[in-house]
């Protein structure tokens, strides 16, 4: 069954960065794409960006342009988010999910808790 | 356009149908997601290219969309039908952007 898993919770202080997992199984990894979303509490679900599984490439949402680095592993099954230049607002759950380009999120990991404080 | 609006809530009794809508002016060209999300989970897609859905999702959820709207349907709601719901679509403009709608609270009681 298709599964993805991602790294655990993560505390950082504002103006650090932080890099978070996202291993996946059940699948041919190179045949879908990674898209992250995060959402702070009590709050909607924001789009991040994606990064595809096979070329390696991708895009983000214009609110994270030169803050964000999405990237993956082909050997390990394993997509990553790098976010620098943390700020409070920063914190949130961050989750990947499965899709196809940018639609179709058919599996989500199970979120990843960043904190951001000093 | 990169705005998608859904209604911030909407609330029915147990076995009435609860329709939660989806505005976006890029809709006619793009499909429309659907999301469950309840409490500390992370989202479950429940209707996938406007009004397809996936294995094991209840046949009481459906979808439609029509011109600049898309609408989740829920017929007979359910106590555990209770979440939040989101939309989502790419972008009009663009193949390689994603829009989600802010949300809309299902009350079932």
């Known amino acids: 069954q298709v599964q993805l898993v991602q790294s655990g919770a993560a505390v950082r202080e504002p103006g650090s960065s932080v890099k978070v997992s996202c291993r996946s199984s059940g699948y041919t990894f190179t045949s879908y794409d990674i898209n992250w979303v995060r959402q702070a509490a009590g709050q909607g679900l924001e789009w991040m960006g994606w990064?595809?599984?096979?070329?390696?490439?991708?895009g983000q949402a214009r609110k994270f342009q030169g803050r964000v680095i999405l990237t993956r592993d082909i050997g390990m099954n394993t997509a990553f988010m790098e976010l620098s230049g943390l700020r409070p607002d920063d914190t949130a759950v961050y989750f990947c999910?499965?899709?196809?380009?940018?639609?179709?999120?058919?599996?989500w990991g199970q979120g990843t808790q960043v904190t951001v404080a000093s | 356009s990169s705005d998608l609006t859904q209604p911030p809530s909407v609330s029915v009794s147990p076995g009435q149908t609860a329709r939660i809508t989806c505005s976006g002016d890029?809709?006619?060209?793009?499909?429309v997601y659907w999301y469950q999300q309840k409490s500390g989970q992370a989202p479950v897609l429940v209707i996938y290219e406007d009004s397809k859905r996936p294995s094991g999702i209840p046949e009481r959820f459906s979808g439609s969309s029509s011109g600049t709207v898309a609408t989740l349907t829920i017929s007979g709601a359910q106590v555990d039908d209770d979440a939040d719901y989101y939309c989502h679509s790419a972008d009009s403009s663009s193949n390689y952007n994603a829009l989600f709608g802010g949300g809309t609270k299902l009350t079932v009681l």
């Open positions: 999910a499965r899709g196809g380009g940018v639609q179709n999120f058919e599996f």
């Open positions: 890029g809709l006619p060209k793009k499909y």
């Open positions: 990064v595809n599984g096979n070329s390696g490439n991708g």
